[in-house]
């Protein structure tokens, strides 16, 4: 029996340290889901799910638009075409078509909606992107721009994401996106 104390103290031991790591865990799991947390929820669309999975992870696994056989290494930031590595202009971090690119450089542009968004919480910057395709329907460029920021105290990365339009649209842009919201 005596021989058995040693074994018994060891198993409490490791006992209370596995005990102390699962709660830690929950604790910090529970501190990242109080933010809302809708994602893969169900009342997300197949195309919003889609999206978001676009958004998280944009590599480009389809063929440039121009080039069949070539495989794509960016997106057109106002048009959302795949382009290839010869047709890919890549500029400010952003990745553009030729055509674009010229949009890009021969105007100014301002921000008209900036939302913060979390790893957890990728499809609250959702209504921006699909703003953004709305309005393209009518032919107006816009961009969308993430800034990244650590928030140390949550322990978090966040995202920026704006959506920015020529100077020319902002007025009309600003207040579609008003009534949008309203
Ligand atoms: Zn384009
Ligand atoms: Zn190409």
Redesign the pocket.
């Known amino acids: 029996m005596e021989k058995l104390y040693p074994f018994l103290l060891i198993l409490s031991v490791v006992f209370t340290a596995v005990s102390f790591t699962v709660a830690f865990i929950f604790y910090r799991k529970y501190k990242n889901l109080s933010a809302p947390k809708i994602f893969e929820d169900e009342n997300l669309s197949p195309e919003d799910r889609k999206l978001i999975r676009k958004i998280k992870d944009p590599l480009v696994n389809e063929p440039c638009h121009e080039h069949r056989d070539q495989l794509g290494q960016g997106v057109?930031a106002?048009?959302n075409?795949v382009l290839c590595e010869e047709c890919v202009k890549e500029h400010d971090g952003l990745n553009?078509?030729i055509?674009?690119f010229r949009t890009y450089l021969e105007h100014d542009w301002e921000g008209v909606e900036t939302i913060m968004t979390t790893p957890d919480t990728p499809e609250v910057a959702l209504p921006l992107y699909h703003f953004k395709n709305s309005i393209w329907q009518d032919e107006i460029p816009s961009i969308i721009r993430t800034h990244y920021r650590i928030n140390i105290e949550q322990d978090i990365i966040e995202s920026h994401v704006s959506l920015m339009v020529r100077r020319d649209d902002y007025s009309l842009i600003d207040h579609k996106w008003k009534i949008r919201n309203n």
């Open positions: 057109c106002i048009c075409i553009f078509c055509e674009h």
